[in-house]
């Protein structure tokens, strides 16, 4: 702002600062330097001092070229529009027609703010621009901050009027978090399109159908995550019990083939039998390695994927709380200071219409108190919006990492979920194919059953002679 000139809208006599640079209204001022506290110093007629900010113009045309971007220089500036220096030091727009206010340079077209995106940048999300990095950088707006003017007196930046124009691009705020209106949502993309993200899709609160009162988008991706998280607990539990039922089975499998049913059955088929009655331990062995496996290489692994994951999501759940509690309690200012200022704006107006019935040197230093005080509830609205955008910035790019940070976590739970029941079904196909093998021997000497042969084999072990009996001679 060094070298800047300014114009003044409303006398100042220098007394409120030790100082102070007295000047009348319309008087022409350098300004020699700008503090972002709302001060700034200046120049005029060879005297030097300090005087508010919301007590001047900053001239568009005597301002230094090196302050305007290039395509300021080529975009002609409106005529309706003017240029005034927020307390904090930065530019901003008012339009004497509408007393509508922006922070973006108007257009050429008449009562038209110009909208500036860098090249690469996405288009607003939620009212915040991201800047595609891993953070998801976010440069908060004060477009929403549009005023009106409470008199015919020229518009001071530092008292803006509490009332809000509800026009078409007006944002609506709902439990303290500031949305664009409904009318310039098709404008929005998402941050990350076509992938049904986390981080798209749960910024508003919902109703609790367990309550009458709401829950927050981020506490519906929460409970997905303990829901998940369960699951994969009772998933665990489940193969519990298959693992017990397989043990159980080889237990009754080995204690069968103890058993001594049949045990002197001769021949082949004695030879077949006692091979089935061995098939059932060594299945038994199989059933026994499939359950041991199942619980190394499944169960185990669902138990102790994430064992304190609870504990993160309580930790999750705590930052965003807190966040989110800082965002409602700087709303809560911003509306204190909004309703401070339409007082003090109220007292202005009355101070003025005093004016016009009676005019008296008490009556003018009571206008002069009065602006004082609308201008610095005018400060104070700035700051508390800043602060509250601040915080919702901050917020949103919380809520971005972590729902991230959630959707990569579900992605790696289904996935490990997804790997060990794969595992599970390949135990399950090598039992099979153990269980298979060891009925080959059995089905090779039933083929091999020959009641012909085993009726041999028993006549020679247990004949008790040749020779037949004949019948007696007399």
């Known amino acids: 702002m060094s070298g800047s000139y300014c114009r003044s809208l409303y006398p100042f006599d220098g007394q409120q600062h030790q100082q102070g640079l007295r000047f009348e209204a319309g008087d ?21 001092g300090w005087f508010p900010s919301s007590y001047v113009q900053v001239l568009e045309k005597t301002a230094s070229l090196s302050l305007l971007p290039v395509e300021d220089l080529k975009d002609p500036f409106p005529l309706q529009w003017r240029c005034y220096m927020s307390p904090q030091g930065r530019q901003y727009y008012v339009n004497t027609t509408s007393n509508e206010t922006t922070w973006e340079r108007p257009s050429s077209a008449p009562g038209t703010p110009r909208t500036s995106r860098p090249k690469n940048s996405l288009p607003t999300v939620n009212g915040f621009h991201s800047g595609g990095s891993s953070l998801y950088h976010v440069e908060h707006s004060h477009s929403s901050l549009v005023r009106r003017s409470s008199t015919q007196l020229p518009q001071s ?8 124009k509800q026009n078409k691009g007006t944002p609506v705020t709902i439990n303290c978090v500031t949305f664009p209106s409904p009318a310039s949502l098709p404008e929005q993309q998402l941050l990350k399109p076509n992938e049904w993200s986390y981080c798209d899709f749960f910024w508003s609160d919902k109703k609790d159908p367990q309550s009458n009162g709401s829950i927050t988008g981020f506490e519906v991706i929460l409970q997905k995550q303990l829901k998940g998280k369960q699951m994969q607990k009772e998933m665990a539990e489940f193969i519990r019990e298959r693992i017990k039922i397989e043990e159980e089975y080889a237990k009754n499998l080995s204690k069968l083939s103890q058993v001594p049913l049949a045990s002197h059955e001769e021949g ?14 060594d299945e038994a062995e199989v059933h026994l390695k ?5 619980q190394s290489e499944v ?9 304190n994951f609870k504990k993160d999501m309580k930790r999750f759940d705590h930052h965003i709380a807190d966040i989110r509690k800082q965002l409602v309690g700087r ?21 003025t219409q005093q004016v016009e019935m009676k005019l008296s040197n ?8 009065a ?13 508390c919006v800043d602060l509250y955008n601040q915080s919702q910035s901050k917020w949103f790019e919380e809520i971005v990492t972590t729902s991230l940070e959630l959707e990569r976590l579900e992605l790696e739970r289904v996935e490990m979920i997804r790997q060990h029941l794969c595992q599970y079904t390949t135990l399950r196909h090598e039992t099979d194919m153990f269980n298979q093998s060891t009925m080959e021997p059995v089905d090779q000497l039933l083929q091999c059953v020959d009641p012909a042969k085993d009726r041999e084999l028993w006549v020679r072990d247990n004949k008790t002679g040749e020779t037949r009996p004949v019948d007696i001679e007399i």
Do not use: C, H, M, N
């Open 362 to 369: 008490k009556i003018e230093e009571d206008i002069k108190k």
């Open 290 to 294: 499939f359950s041991s496996k199942l």
């Open 28 to 48: 022409i001022i350098k300004v020699v330097q700008a503090l972002p506290g709302g001060w700034w110093e200046g120049e005029r007629d060879g005297a030097t």
């Open 268 to 281: 082949t088929l004695g030879e077949a039998w006692a091979q089935l009655k061995k098939s059932l331990a």
């Open 157 to 164: 930046p530092g008292s803006p009027s509490a009332t809000r």
């Open 299 to 307: 169960e185990k692994p669902f138990l102790a994927f994430r064992e």
């Open 371 to 383: 602006r004082r005080k609308s201008t610095l509830a005018g400060d104070d609205l700035i700051r």
């Open 331 to 351: 709303y809560a200012a911003v509306e204190k200071a909004r309703k401070a200022l339409a007082d003090r704006q109220k007292e202005l107006e009355l101070k």
